[in-house]
């Protein structure tokens, strides 16, 4: 979605808006820009940069600096594998590895049909089930290696 | 003024101003790399750590940010400092092995060789040029972008940036050379550690040398007012 | 024309009325069925059973014999989804949807569903009340105990509580100074890790040059494992909101933040709900309660950076810049935000004041251990049956922690250690299992109390591979600014990724302490200072695990797949 466009600039402007154009709510501007896009595009943050007039270098260094942000597009359906202690002492890495097979991507990554983008999240504070993955802001508790499979499927 | 100890000697300093620049004042030794007098300290590289006694301990400080006061009793070197600044320079040089300027301040800190698995960067993330970029020139070119492991100097998009002026003050503060420029003919061609970009120079009227970029000169007639033929001639044809 | 009807109170004589007419429109004795809609619960179906039982309620014309409530978390997680029907406080444990139809009719009946009552593991006996369950009888839930009585979403029950009575009494009975010379009497020191005296701070920040000054909750709870700030915010918001207009008050300061974990989406709706209904009953904005003082709460989201837990970097990030530390040689409480004075404090510290104002600092030092007053909230993972948040005295030891609240080690495993304070901790071996918890006993050994993490490991975790886990996350977590905390955390992964693959060297573990105590020497901040200790407490305690893995390529624990190495 080209952010030149009449109504995508229109969308920047009045996330700008709700923060009354305070240069210190940076991050959460990019945070709705990113709700409203699904990533960060450049031309976005370009936006912001002249909205709250702040230098473009700025801008990109705090989109770059917190991992919440995606310079690059991603997937429909975020999927988030919780690697806090807890997690990680239940088995979390074999999860892990288990959705980048079957994926054919690495953390962090984003399949080429833009389907899926899996990421690693640090502890959301819901140990008792651990581990978890989350898809889409829905928790999947307890999960197993062979639980895998029928979880993405269940997305197709 | 204030009158503080170091080492054992007394000396005098103005306040609000820092150990760092009280010790070098009285041509006293502390080994820095991201201090420069003409922007705000960042306190980064942890080289210029000195001991200041507090509350019956020595308390380790960076003296690049400590401003002094009546009274201080501090020691630029001990055996705890050494250690410091050795393994500071044992993991600078194995990020930085080929680095000269880094070999060369590992050899003056008694630092030979690395435990560390070997790397081959340049750059070493003092900030530097990101700082006088900001602060002296004024126009925030280039950042310090990712996090952690991962940080890098670059421009935004690691693309050509809108507001670089080519002026090279990022090159000329760089205290280990990882930004280099040259000017070839008409071209003046600056190489980062992870982008580059050209600029083309203006030509004097006179002598014919290529000798500012043109990108530079509007940024200085935008800021000083003064009208384009002020500038036809390079400084050594000027009257 | 009609008057406009407004929910704002502007007295503290309103207050009480208030207060009162809610009671009274309340009956005490009316059932009431409480289900958890925590985010714990919730991962393990609890929306199924709300769904269930508003549908059971209204299908059967219920709604005047049935009251339904939706809480924060009570607790008791490895036993979720929760349902406690009041006022016996009857526990019902591992309810599903199907469950609801039998529980509805049963309660109305005035029975009890026996199959859904807890097992006590030691007897085999069920426990009907959630007060006999062992998991809750060693604890002091002064904060937590709330929970199950106040929907998040709804300010009247947390008034009918006594909600803002504190507020009350800071505004109009006390001053400013009197409100600091209390909170320092109690003892409270800041439960965000540091473990400063908070009245200390505020009277310092106080005292600080300058007209405009801030309040922050620091809600960017980054520890793995740490759930207490998240279960405060999503079950109690208006505790700490009640918090910090005292502290503001007392310091002098108009403006707070909330700065938010962004993954903490439950507890940021419900924080964000409770500032609203909080402006709207006027304990937040112009001339609160009647009494001149005005405060207004922003709250900010984090962008997922641990490092902005640090208060210097959360402050930073709070400017829209990056989240990097700086040197604390003048004070944030001096020079802070903006350069303003600026006193931060973490949510649980933030959510003792009310309890402090309205009981009194001679009744809350009564409480906890010499050193550290109060209670301190707990969460319990890792190898250990009863997984949840535990609310207990400070001094308490660890053994009555793991073993009588958290039910010991499943399987019967035996305990190895418990890692407090998170990624900047230490472990804690079996021999110190008696250690009295608080502040300055953890440190002695090694650890710190941190935000509250607690994770237990039995003999099938291996020590060298958890320091390795803790180093990863660091390294990854690093702002990146410093050379010792960027360069240091990566050269130490790089060690000990190579011990756990087999491929350490005979020198490994002097060269982890060198570069500890680099780190714990020259890093900016606490990130970088404290990341050695897991490192250094593994070491200290299970040395011949390290050994095993580098002389022997052996893993003790079986974790760590050795892969055969031709060693040079």
């Known amino acids: 979605m080209k952010v030149k466009d009449k109504p995508a600039k229109q969308k920047v402007k009045s996330i700008l808006g709700r923060y009354q154009g305070d240069p210190g709510m940076l991050v959460s501007v990019l945070q709705d820009v990113q709700a409203e896009y699904n990533y960060l595009p450049k031309e976005a943050l370009v936006q912001v940069s002249q909205g709250l007039d702040i230098p473009l270098t700025q801008v990109y260094s705090v989109a770059s600096f917190f991992k919440a942000f995606s310079l690059k597009p991603r997937g429909k359906h975020i999927l988030n594998v919780c690697l806090g202690t807890a997690c990680h002492v239940r088995g979390a890495v074999r999860i892990l590895e288990e959705i980048e097979r079957a994926l054919g991507i690495k953390s962090g990554g984003t399949t080429k049909d833009l389907k899926y983008t899996l990421e690693r999240v640090n502890c959301v504070g819901a140990c008792a089930l651990g581990p978890i993955v989350i898809v889409d802001g829905n928790y999947s508790g307890q999960m197993k290696s062979n639980k895998v499979k029928p979880l993405l499927e269940s997305y197709n | 003024m204030v009158t503080l100890t170091i080492d054992g000697r007394k000396v005098q300093a103005e306040e609000g101003t820092t150990i760092l620049e009280a010790a070098r004042e009285n041509n006293i030794y502390i080994p820095s790399l991201c201090h420069h007098e003409e922007v705000m300290p960042y306190g980064a590289c942890r080289l210029c750590l000195v001991e200041v006694a507090w509350n019956g301990r020595q308390r380790l400080v960076a003296s690049c940010l400590y401003e002094v006061a009546e009274g201080l009793k501090i020691r630029t070197n001990s055996e705890r400092i050494a250690n410091n600044r050795k393994m500071i320079m044992e993991l600078l040089l194995a990020r930085c092995p080929n680095n000269k300027a880094i070999q060369d301040l590992a050899r003056q800190l008694g630092v030979k060789e690395t435990s560390f698995k070997l790397e081959d960067n340049q750059c070493m993330l003092c900030a530097l040029c990101v700082r006088v970029c900001q602060e002296v020139v004024g126009v925030s070119a280039i950042s310090l972008v990712n996090r952690g492991v991962d940080r890098e100097m670059a421009t935004p998009f690691y693309e050509p940036s809108d507001v670089c002026i080519g002026c090279g003050s990022c090159a000329y503060v760089c205290p280990v050379e990882a930004i280099k420029f040259e000017d070839i003919g008409d071209t003046r061609y600056i190489y980062w550690p992870n982008n580059s970009m050209e600029f083309k120079l203006k030509k004097c009227k006179t002598c014919g040398n290529y000798w500012i970029p043109e990108r530079q000169l509007e940024y200085i007639i935008k800021e000083t007012k003064l009208p384009l033929s002020a500038f036809d001639n390079c400084p050594d044809c000027r009257d | ?568």
């Open chain 3, 1 to 568: 024309m009609a008057k406009r009807k407004t929910n704002r109170i502007n007295s503290p004589q309103e207050l009480e009325a208030i207060r009162e007419s809610i009671i009274k429109s309340r009956d005490p004795s009316q059932t009431c069925i409480v289900v958890c809609g925590g985010t714990g619960c919730l991962a393990l179906g609890a929306q199924d059973v709300i769904a269930g039982f508003r549908r059971k309620i209204q299908e059967g014309g219920l709604e005047k014999k049935l009251a339904l409530r939706i809480t924060g978390c009570p607790g008791f997680c490895e036993k979720g989804p929760l349902v406690v029907i009041k006022p016996e406080n009857i526990l019902y444990q591992q309810v599903r949807g199907e469950d609801v139809a039998e529980i509805v009719s049963e309660t109305v009946k005035g029975n009890i569903v026996d199959r859904l009552l807890y097992t006590d593991p030691d007897t085999g006996k069920k426990i009907t009340y959630e007060s006999e369950v062992p998991f809750y009888k060693k604890q002091k839930r002064l904060l937590l105990g709330d929970n199950s009585n106040i929907d998040p979403t709804e300010i009247r029950d947390y008034l009918a509580l006594g909600g803002y009575a504190a507020l009350s009494k800071a505004l109009f009975k006390m001053s400013p100074e009197k409100i600091i010379k209390e909170v320092k009497k109690s003892g409270l020191r800041g439960r965000g890790g540091g473990g400063f005296p908070a009245g200390v701070k505020w009277e310092s920040c106080r005292r600080a040059e300058g007209d405009t000054k801030y309040v922050i909750c620091n809600a960017e709870e980054g520890d793995p494992g740490a759930f207490v700030d998240r279960n405060l915010l999503e079950g109690n918001p208006h505790s700490v909101l009640e918090g910090m207009i005292i502290g503001a008050y007392a310091i002098g300061a108009h403006q707070g933040y909330v700065y938010i974990r962004n993954e903490y989406r439950l507890a940021l709706e419900h924080l964000t709900q409770a500032i609203k209904q909080a402006e709207e009953y006027g304990f937040l904005g112009e001339n609160i309660l009647g009494s001149g003082f005005d405060f207004t709460v922003k709250i900010s989201r984090g962008g997922g950076a641990y490092v902005c837990g640090e208060s210097t970097a959360l402050m930073a990030s709070l400017e829209g810049k990056v989240g990097e530390p700086r040197a604390k040689y003048i004070h944030t409480v001096e020079r802070g935000l903006w350069e303003q004075p600026t006193n931060l404090n973490n949510v649980e510290t933030w959510a003792n004041i009310p309890l402090i104002i309205n009981s009194g600092a001679n009744w809350y030092s009564t409480i906890g251990s010499e050193g550290s007053k109060g209670t301190k909230i707990f969460s319990l993972s890792g190898k250990i049956n009863n997984t949840g948040l535990v609310e207990v005295p400070m001094g308490i030891t660890l053994r009555e922690i793991i073993y009588d609240i958290g039910g010991g080690i499943p399987e019967d495993r035996k305990f190895k250690a418990a890692q407090t304070g998170g990624p900047g901790g230490g472990c804690i071996p079996e021999s110190l299992l008696n250690l009295p918890v608080d502040f300055d006993e953890l440190t002695k050994v090694g650890s710190v109390m941190g935000s509250g993490s607690m994770i237990v490991m039995d003999e099938t975790t291996c020590m060298v591979d958890m320091a390795r886990y803790f180093i990863n996350f660091l390294e990854r977590e690093s702002c990146g600014k410093c050379i010792p905390c960027r360069e240091g955390l990566k050269r130490m992964s790089q060690i000990l990724t190579d011990i756990t693959e087999g491929k350490g060297k005979d020198g490994d573990i002097g060269l982890l302490e060198r570069l500890s105590a680099a780190l714990i020497d020259s890093s900016l901040c606490a990130l970088g200072s404290t990341a050695p200790n897991p490192v250094l407490t593994t070491i200290r305690y299970f040395r011949d695990e390290y050994e095993a893995h580098i002389r022997d390529r052996r893993c003790p624990a079986g974790v760590c797949k050795l892969d055969a190495v031709i060693r040079k």
